[in-house]
């Protein structure tokens, strides 16, 4: 089974800052690549995901990730950060139709 | 975009009883909806998968005679906690791809159960 790991659980930034979180998965065979995003108070939201081709992925409210697959990794970023983007982050991969999800990062960014 | 409900959205109850939890997807029908677990401050951990009109498919670890699952239609499926305990104490969340595969599954709000 596959298995994902996001690092440093919390992170907290001022407004304008840029935003990098970092996304590791096991698995060898063929992947589908995820970020979900859980604003407070909400339910998950997908924010971009990868298949297949350019494995620089554009999402909503101007998030991006790409996938490189040597480092089997798909780390999410965003060039500047608002208040709005507080909330929390979660990598998943699916494989062999089962959806593994990382621990997901708080995000908290200051006015 | 599509959207799954979960009801109750909060639920405490006393040790030794059971509490239901119902998963709906409100405008696409669904074959297949899965139950998640979440702990402070870990991941979504998946603990089976309900089918409409079959058995649910239980992860390892996962006891089916204390979650029982029930896909009872295209847009329903619950997961009934039987004789509850604090450890069960969680939150539970349901989740259902709508088109034909797996690529993209809609998320629940997710049920926050509190066992005194």
């Known amino acids: 089974a596959q298995s994902v790991s996001q690092h440093n659980h919390h992170v907290i930034l001022s407004e304008a800052a840029s935003l990098e979180l970092g996304c590791n998965y096991s698995?060898?065979?063929?992947?589908?690549l995820f970020w979900y995003v859980q604003y407070p108070g909400q339910h998950l939201q997908l924010l971009l995901k990868y298949f297949s081709g350019d494995p620089l992925v554009k999402g909503i409210k101007g998030f991006e990730a790409e996938f490189i697959k040597s480092k089997f990794s798909f780390n999410l970023r965003k060039p500047s950060v608002q208040w709005s983007d507080t909330a929390e982050y979660f990598c998943a991969v699916r494989g062999n139709n089962r959806l593994a999800f990382g621990k997901g990062n708080q995000v908290v960014v200051i006015p | 975009g599509a959207v799954v409900s979960q009801h109750p959205s909060r639920v405490i109850c006393k040790s030794g009883t059971s509490v239901k939890i119902e998963c709906r997807s409100l405008d696409f029908q669904a074959t297949t909806m899965f139950w998640y677990r979440q702990f402070p401050k870990q991941s979504l951990m998946l603990m089976a998968t309900?089918?409409?009109?079959?058995?649910?498919?239980?992860e390892q670890g996962v006891e089916k005679d204390k979650f029982l699952i029930n896909h009872a239609s295209l847009t329903l499926s619950t997961l009934t906690v039987t004789s509850a305990h604090p450890e069960d104490s969680s939150f539970y969340i349901c989740?259902?791809?709508?088109?034909?595969?797996?690529?993209?599954?809609?998320f629940g709000p997710g049920t926050r159960l509190t066992v005194l």
């Open positions: 698995y060898g065979g063929t992947v589908n």
């Open positions: 309900s089918n409409e009109g079959s058995k649910a498919t239980y």
């Open positions: 989740s259902a791809p709508r088109t034909g595969g797996y690529n993209e599954q809609f």
